[in-house]
């Protein structure tokens, strides 16, 4: 915060972005596997905006936390994570009320499946060698399509954007319908809980 302050003199935008998944069923985890991943996910998170509050209200400025459709839909295997960003969403939520009367916006980021190394980490976060991506490539979005998606939401000061198509549909059917989202959800193919057996 410091190096920003001195490099442009206020601080207009924040974005809080910090995380990894933990995958696993609840009974294959430890407690500390969650604590791990509220560590960075969450704490990581209020970290940098307990950091730059002061700042952004003084510029009435933008805040942008990064959560996931995850923090919409928790699926087998994810309870780690998802749980961790079901938290992002509400301190997201929280904020925004907070924040408003003194002309701060707060965004909250969902993305789906993005260009990154995401999901080739293990429970702890440390990337695979082996690994190789279990998502089909035509389900990614590149990073430079997120991130202009993610500036735009931001900049119009919108309380939430989801970014992907498929993350979209699924915030759709969690909020709309959601037992048409357990039938599907019940049905995920065996391959998912196979992958999740080698990443733990």
């Known amino acids: 915060m410091a190096r920003a302050l001195a490099e442009w003199g206020r601080l207009d935008v924040v974005v809080a972005n910090a995380g990894f998944g933990a995958p696993g069923t609840f009974a294959a985890l430890t407690i500390e596997d969650y604590r791990r991943q509220f560590e960075t996910n969450v704490f990581g998170l209020m970290r940098t905006v307990k950091a730059a509050l002061p700042e952004v209200l003084k510029s009435r400025g933008r805040i942008a936390l990064v959560g996931s ?3 919409y839909v928790a699926t087998a295997g994810t309870s780690a994570y998802a749980m961790s960003k079901f938290a992002v969403r509400a301190l997201a939520q929280a904020l925004r ?6 002309g701060v916006s ?7 499946f993005v260009e990154s190394e995401f999901r080739l980490k293990d429970a ?3 990337l695979r060698p082996d690994a190789q991506e279990n998502v089909p490539a035509w389900l990614i979005v590149s990073n430079r399509v997120a991130a202009r998606a993610i500036v735009r939401a931001v900049m119009r000061r919108r309380r939430e954007a989801v970014i992907t198509a498929h993350g979209k ?8 319908f959601p037992r048409l989202l357990d039938f599907v959800l019940l049905r995920a193919p065996a391959w998912r809980e196979r992958d999740l057996a080698e990443r733990t």
């Open 69 to 71: 459709v995850a923090g």
């Open 97 to 102: 009320y907070e924040v408003r009367r003194d």
């Open 106 to 112: 707060v965004t909250h980021i969902a993305p789906g």
């Open 124 to 126: 702890r976060g440390e």
């Open 169 to 176: 549909l699924l915030v759709l059917l969690a909020r709309h």
